[in-house]
Nanobody, 129 residues
Framework: QEQLVESGGGLVQAGGSLRLSCVAS????????MGWFRQAPGREREFVAA???????????DSMKGRFTISRDNRDNAKNTVYLQMNSLKPEDTAVYYC???????????????????WGQGTQVTVSS
């Protein structure tokens, strides 16, 4: 059974940092594109960042560039881990952050929710001013 489990969320002051983790298991996620999305109350779920299956290519939403870094560890085929390092956090970064996976690799569609077949339950990030 495929499973994506996020962790690392919490409460942080503006300007602080958090590192989110997503452990993917149940299939060979090392061959999947992995992404992070977020959803604030009353807003649509939005793209944050994505990384190619091998980790060589990444892409970020404009408001995250220079502050967030996505990376992955494919050494364990049974449990692949994707990270989102978030620095210089702002109150507007407050949201539930979701990990997602897609067996496809075309970077044209990385920002689309429909591109991803598997989703985690999310982890809450709250940034206080």
């Amino acid at each position: 059974q495929e499973q994506l489990v996020e962790s690392g969320g919490g409460l942080v002051q503006a300007g602080g940092s958090l590192r989110l983790s997503c452990v993917a298991s149940g299939r060979t996620f090392s061959s999947h594109t992995m992404g992070w999305f977020r959803q604030a109350p009353g807003r649509e779920r939005e793209f944050v960042a994505a990384i190619s299956w091998g980790g060589s290519d990444t892409y970020y939403a404009d408001s995250m560039k220079g502050r967030f870094t996505i990376s992955r560890d494919n050494r364990d085929n049974a449990k692949n881990t994707v990270y989102l390092q978030m620095n210089s956090l702002k109150p507007e970064d407050t949201a539930v952050y979701y990990c997602a996976a897609s067996p496809e690799n075309s970077s044209w569609y990385w920002t689309l929710r429909s591109f991803y077949d598997y989703w985690g339950q999310g982890t809450q990030v709250t940034v206080s001013s």
